[in-house]
């Protein structure tokens, strides 16, 4: 190839990497994994929930921290009966008819034996969380899905919950209608047929006409033992469709079902590996993708993750960070 090609090459990709805005500012306790975010009802406090510690949380008054942490939500772990129900996983907050809900996941590294559990509380106070197990979403290894990364969607009065992690991905099932039981047989919608499936943590979000389907593609986690491919790391895509239930394609027209998925955000300048997303509509921001991230000046370890966020622009049809 051309030496002067390469190099304009080059200059591209640097040029498309510096394309990304830098995540916004954090204080305080800014090292997260899986986060969630929700702003109380009655102060407009922050809450963030995050994997780890039967699931930690923290609070602040405004986005950019200072974060200061509350705690456990369930301090003595899911009532769920499964490995790993003192190990909960990427937590879903979301408002439900005045209570506060935070979905969760109960299974172990690389497993099958999952399970998505529920718990509410009327303040998000330390200790006032009850645990209602099980939402009747789970699996096994007879079935060709993993039950962990929970998302709830309200589509207009009906609640859906997203969910899946590597095997055949990303998969919905409608819910009752205090969204606290799965309500039907779940079905795939979004799947990536090459290599081991890498595709996790999935977040959908209306805006506009649109349900936006974003998720986490890629290696996630042991970047300070054994780094992936150049690429390889984690990213955070997206696919869009008319419908809550299904139809996702991505910029291109590509079928999410069929390895479709519009890169929104992926590792660039002093951010690596980007990922365990959602989307926030913040009363002063707008629409916020948050998630977290290796900040590559700290450490590339699981445990220094940090939580990042960046307004969404939304102008083109397609979301722009």
């Not at 390469?6 to 498309?16: K, Q, R």
């Not at 990497?17 to 305080?28: E, I, K, L, T």
């Amino acid at each position: 190839m051309n030496i002067y090609r390469v190099v304009n090459l080059a200059l591209l990709f640097a040029a498309l990497a510096d394309a990304y805005a830098n995540p916004g500012s954090c204080s305080g306790e800014c090292v997260v994994s899986d986060p969630t975010l929700i702003q109380r009802s009655s102060d407009n406090v922050y809450f963030r929930f995050s994997t780890g510690n039967e699931i930690s949380y923290a609070s602040s008054s405004s986005i950019e921290g200072p974060w200061t942490v509350i705690g456990s939500m369930l301090p003595e772990g899911s009532s769920i009966d499964l490995a790993g129900n003192t190990d909960l996983w990427a937590p879903d907050a979301h408002i439900v008819d005045g209570l506060y809900y935070v979905y969760y996941s109960v299974s172990t590294f690389g497993s099958q034996g999952s399970a998505i559990g529920l718990a509410t509380s009327e303040t998000m106070e330390a200790d006032s969380w009850t645990d209602h197990g099980s939402t009747g979403v789970a699996s096994t290894s007879a079935v060709t899905y993993n039950a962990i990364d929970p998302n709830l969607i309200d589509a207009g009065g009906t609640y859906y919950l997203n969910f899946g992690s590597f095997w055949d991905d990303i998969y919905q099932v409608p819910m009752n209608s205090d969204a606290t039981e799965s309500s039907s047989s779940s079905y795939n919608i979004a799947y990536d047929p090459t290599g081991d499936h890498a595709v996790e943590g999935s977040y959908m979000y209306q805006y506009g006409d649109y349900y936006y389907l974003f998720y986490s593609a890629g290696i996630c986690c042991g970047y300070d033992t054994s780094m992936p491919a150049a690429g390889q790391e984690y990213k955070i895509k997206v696919c869009r469709s008319t419908s809550v239930s299904g139809g996702f394609v991505d910029e291109d027209g590509t079928a999410c079902t069929d390895g479709g998925g519009t890169i929104v955000l992926e590792s660039h300048d002093d951010v690596y590996g980007p990922g365990g997303q959602g989307v926030y509509t913040d009363p002063s921001l707008g629409p916020v993708l948050y998630y977290h991230y290796i900040n590559t000046n700290i450490g590339y370890a699981d445990d220094e993750k940090q939580f990042g966020w960046n307004q969404i622009d939304f102008s083109t049809g397609w979301p722009v960070v």
